[in-house]
């Protein structure tokens, strides 16, 4: 698997990133062993997860399950793998269990460092902009991290472009760590991040590393619109999560574009998960791409992206097609 160096630092990152966010919910603590073991063994060294997972919990309680599954799978492995998480989310029911604040990410690393088993994480992000809180204060707590040394490197995941260069503005001028990652949604059906973040990304030398390459799975071809999605689907997840991804994608449109390319990837011979994620790694500026499963049988298409063929330029034009002929639908997360 090529190994592709995270923006202008130092850090080298496997072109493939497994995240995590269904295991302890969609997948058990058994099921996301074999996950693990079958990215482990395709050559996948680097782990996105977040405090907040799993996906689809019901109550704050659950937070921090996912950390657990990794951490206790990566006794043994841990210099072998470089591991990603995040801080932004409710981690419990107090006024300062969520959020950027000095207090919750200080607050937010030792629960991670606690659960992943490890004195240290590679990547660490902000999972979402905090409002509430002034950036100036959210990277002075970020930059102590790096200081402390437990943390190597400081990203952002689900941030504007405006955002991350005003944080990084302040970072210049107080000496601070800079964010050097990005963390969007993209995929065939989803490309606005090429207005301004993957443009800023490019002229900055910052790192990318999409999720969603599959659109939630609607670029998998199995799903139809009038069908009532699957409970151990991202469609069906109970709560925020399922209403979510529904409204990201569950839509006359998208469901029109999945099928003329289910029905192209056929004609090609090609695989429709394969070539989605495909697809993401060749795109400009592109680090890494952030591939999941709730079954370690799904894990497989997606893996064998870092095996195939680069597509070429006929096939893109025709990919291109796709989100040129969707109504734009001006929504970022």
Partial sequence: MEVRRLGKTGLKV?????????????ADKMESFRILDEAFAAGVQFLDTADAYPIGRESSAEAGRTETIIG???????????????????????????????????????????????????????????PDTPLEETMEAFDTL????KVRYVGISNWRAWQVMKANGIAALKGLAPIVS????????????EEDLVPMALEEGLGIIPYNPLAGGLLTGRH?????????????LPHHTGAVYRQRYWQEAHFQAVERYVAWCHEQALDPVTTAVRWVLQQPGITSVIIGASRAEQLPASLRAAQTPPL???????????????????EFR
Wanted: include cysteine.
């Fill in 14 to 26: 496997t072109e493939l990133c497994l995240g995590t966010m269904t295991f302890g919910k969609q």
């Fill in 72 to 130: 206790e799978w990566l006794q043994g492995k841990r210099q072998q793998v470089i591991v990603a998480s995040k801080c932004f989310g409710d981690v419990g029911p107090g006024p300062n269990d969520r959020g950027l604040s000095r207090k919750h990410i200080m607050d937010a690393v030792e629960g991670s460092l606690s659960r992943l088993r490890t004195d240290y994480l590679d990547l660490y992000m902000a999972h979402q902009i905090d």
């Fill in 146 to 149: 790096v200081r402390q040394g």
């Fill in 182 to 193: 990005l963390e969007p949604r993209y995929n065939l059906l989803f490309r606005m991040i």
């Fill in 224 to 236: 139809t619109k009038d069908a009532v999605p699957q409970e151990d689907t991202r469609f069906g």
């Fill in 312 to 330: 070429d330029q006929e096939q893109l034009d025709w990919l291109d097609q796709l989100w040129f002929q969707l109504p734009r639908r001006h």
